[in-house]
């Protein structure tokens, strides 16, 4: 099993910046993918960015890309998700995600946290 506890959302004007955390525990974190996902009010849930593990292969969505970068620091078991130029159609909830492949993490995964709030105001 994998926890997932993400942090770091808020209000925030539009152009602003935060960055989410996640903290993982669990199985070996080092070796899962992981990713960002996120889900606006009357919308389904959506890939934001994902990583493999050694973050040689990266993914983003179109609607975030220059913009959001995910990072992992495998020493503190935490990945990150910068997030510049917020939007306020970036307003959503976010969570982060695991699984033991890319590809699984963006058709699917099987580990989510509880999700945080960000809210971007115009």
Do not use: H
């Not at 955390?21 to 009357?42: D, E, H, I, L, N």
Request: net charge positive; glycine share 10%.
């Amino acid at each position: 099993q994998v926890q997932l506890v993400e942090s770091g959302g808020g209000l925030v004007q539009a152009g602003g910046s935060l960055r989410l955390s996640c903290v993982a525990s669990g199985r070996t974190f080092s070796r899962y993918a992981m990713g960002w996902f996120r889900q606006a009010p009357g919308k389904e849930r959506e890939i934001v960015a994902a990583c493999n593990w050694s973050e040689s292969s990266t993914y983003y969505a179109n609607s975030v890309k220059g913009r959001f970068t995910i990072s992992r620091d495998s020493a503190k078991n935490t990945v990150y998700l910068q997030m510049n130029g917020l939007k306020p159609e970036d307003t959503a909830v976010y969570y982060c995600a695991a699984d033991t492949q890319l590809l699984t993490v963006l058709a699917g995964p099987d580990y989510w946290g509880q999700g945080t709030q960000v809210t971007v105001s115009s």
